[in-house]
């Protein structure tokens, strides 16, 4: 068979090479990867757009992450850690009760 039939007969016989093309690459692409892309690059699009909502946005965040660092920190220092002196299981703490009181703490 001449080269120019053998591509008539195969066109023919498969059909569109273009179709045949796009139907095989959505079969061995992963469509959801694709999707997410156009979504993000669709997202940085509309903050390119919005530059105030953008730095309201990076001013909350960072407010956020500043608070929460400064309470673990106080959190951690008060509570978490152990006190600084030689052995600290040795410690105790008095407490006297009387009538007049419900309570007076000697640490």
């Not at 045949?20 to 959505?26: H, K, L, M």
């Not at 757009?49 to 960072?62: C, D, E, I, R, Y």
Request: charged share 25%; net charge positive; glycine share 4%.
């Amino acid at each position: 068979m001449e080269p120019e039939d053998a591509r008539r007969a195969a066109l023919l016989k498969f059909g569109n090479v273009t179709r045949v093309i796009e139907d095989t690459r959505e079969v061995w692409s992963t469509p959801w990867i694709e999707r997410r892309l156009q979504d993000v690059r669709f997202g940085f699009r509309m903050l390119r757009k919005h530059p105030s909502f953008v730095m309201a946005a990076v001013l909350s965040l960072a407010l956020g992450i500043g608070a929460n660092t400064a309470v673990f920190s106080l959190v951690d220092a008060l509570l978490l850690q152990r006190l600084p002196v030689p052995h600290p299981e040795q410690l105790f703490s008095l407490v006297r009760v009387t009538p007049q009181e419900r309570g007076e703490s000697f640490s």
